[in-house]
Each structure stands twice: as C-alpha cells, then as structure tokens.
C-alpha cells in the first residue's frame, strides 16, 4: 500500500530516564522495529557515520535529542521527537511524551506526510481509499467532466484555481485534522472510482463530523457506495473516535435518500437539504 520506512534509526539519550522507564521505552521500541528491515541504533561515536550513509528516502528517525532531530530533518529525514525532558525544545513535526503512543501505522504515515506522499486509509473488499494527490487532478477532473456527477455537489475550480485549492487542502486539512475528502479506487486496476470522507461543516455540532461520497456515474448500480460508506463508518468510529456521523442531502437526490436509510442513518432535520444522522 505505498511507499514506506525501511530503515528506523534510533537515538535515545538514558540519561534522560530514569532506569525503570528507559528499560520501558527500549522494549517499545524493540516492538516497533519488527516491522522494519533495518534498525539502526546511535550512539554519540557513530552519528557522523550516518550521516554519510544513511538512506534519507528510506528512513525515519525517532529520538530524544532535540539537536539530532533539527540534523536529521536538515538531511531530509522524517523525525519523530521524543520529549523526554521537558526543559528542553524539542523542534519536529511529530512528538511523543513515550513510545507507547505511536504503533507503526502512526510511523508510516508521519513518514508519508513527511514525503508528501497520500495516505492510505482503508481497504475494503474491491476498493482502496487513499488521499488525494496533485498527479490525481487530470483523473478527478475527467471524473466531473461526466454528465450527472455535479448534479448535487460543487464542481470543480478552473484548473490553476483547482490545483492551489487542492494544495491548500492537503496542507491544512489532511495535514491538520488527518481526515477529509478521499479518493476511492479500484484495488486491481488503480482506476478511479470516487470520492468520500469526512469534514467538519459549521451545522456539525460536537463530536460530530459530516460524510460526502461521490461514485463515477459509469459505476452506479454495483454496490460501490455502499460498501466505502460501511468502511467510512467503521473507521469513523475506531479511527476517529466521533459519536455522530452526519450526511447533508438535498430530497431531490432519491438515490442518495435511499442508500442514507440502507446504511441506518435518520433524518434529523429537513429543510432545502436534508440533514440526515447516524450515531455510533
């Protein structure tokens, strides 16, 4: 599913620690290195070495030293920062007060985000949703270019205006909630098939957060939204730890009224669009 680290280098200071816990913190870390190839553990004698051999495309980083965190990020290398004491001003994108909150999901996607490269979400049965790229933009426009698609949602921007919104998005809603709209595709074939996901809308109240789905109109009829909502509902409750899932519909779009009542969902407010609610 993507690119990922093959290499984990490690430098955690033990002086940092007390004894118990540094033991602790080395029997995480001796289960997070499994998944990896290649594990490369520093010491203050050999951070010179990998320096001219490490692997930049293939490695991330995790360490309590808030100098070698600001190195390894100037080598191009994805950092996880360990903020082992808090008098210190650990500078990385990601940091952790133990290696107990991080599994290597979390450090496969710390490591795409800091590539720049989509983030997988889930899998279902015939589908993969993933997160949107720029390379996809030719892709989703011949999707909206398709007679019916913007019927019930917004088309696109002209494609220069398209490509700095899409930007923007990756930046500032993947990069900051984690979520947002998706691509849905094809497992076998790569094509796509889609978009759905979640945002947060001002109707949404808290704890709550708003589903979109959009199927190609040359895929209708085979079972495709039903089975990326099911998914999206799932991962919305053991991912995203929401307690409502919320779809906004207008009561003109009768297939969508229908596949909302298949799925569970009820209707909590009606109006020129229809707010339907389904609790987790």
């Not at 808030?66 to 650990?90: N, R, T």
């Not at 700095?164 to 998706?182: A, E, R, T, V």
């Not at 053991?238 to 969902?265: H, I, M, T, W, Y």
């Amino acid at each position: 599913m993507g690119m990922r680290p093959r290499i984990l280098i490690c430098y955690l200071e033990p002086e940092k620690f007390t004894g118990e816990n540094y033991k602790r913190q080395m029997g995480y870390l001796k289960g997070l290195e499994q998944s990896f190839q290649e594990t490369i553990y520093l010491e203050k004698n050999n951070v010179a070495e990998l320096f001219c051999n490490a692997n930049v495309q293939e490695s991330i980083c995790i360490t309590t030293s808030p100098d070698l965190a600001a190195q390894m990020q100037g080598l191009g290398i994805s950092v996880v920062g360990f903020e082992a004491d808090k008098q210190e001003l650990m500078k990385a994108p990601y940091i952790v007060l133990g290696l107990d909150e991080i599994s290597y999901k979390d450090l496969v996607r710390i490591f795409r985000r800091w590539h720049n490269l989509p983030w997988d979400i889930l899998e279902t049965k015939r589908l993969l949703v993933r997160e949107l790229s720029l390379e996809d933009l030719d892709k989703l426009r011949a999707l909206y270019d398709k007679p019916h698609v913007t019927d019930f949602v917004e088309p696109l921007y002209a494609p220069e205006q398209e490509r700095q919104y899409q930007q923007n998005y990756i930046d500032k809603i993947y990069g900051f909630y984690g979520f947002g709209m998706w691509l849905v595709l094809d497992k076998e074939t790569g094509r796509l098939v889609g978009r759905a996901g979640f945002e947060y809308r001002d109707y949404c109240r808290e704890g709550e957060v708003e589903m979109g789905y959009l199927i190609d109109p040359d895929l209708w009829h085979r079972g495709y939204a039903t089975e990326v909502c099911q998914a999206l509902l799932t991962y919305a409750r053991d991912e995203l730890n929401v307690q409502r899932v919320l779809c906004r519909v207008s009561p003109e779009n009768a297939a969508s009224c229908g596949l909302l009542d298949k799925l569970g969902f009820t209707i909590r407010e009606k109006g020129e669009e229809w707010i339907f609610s389904y609790d987790l």
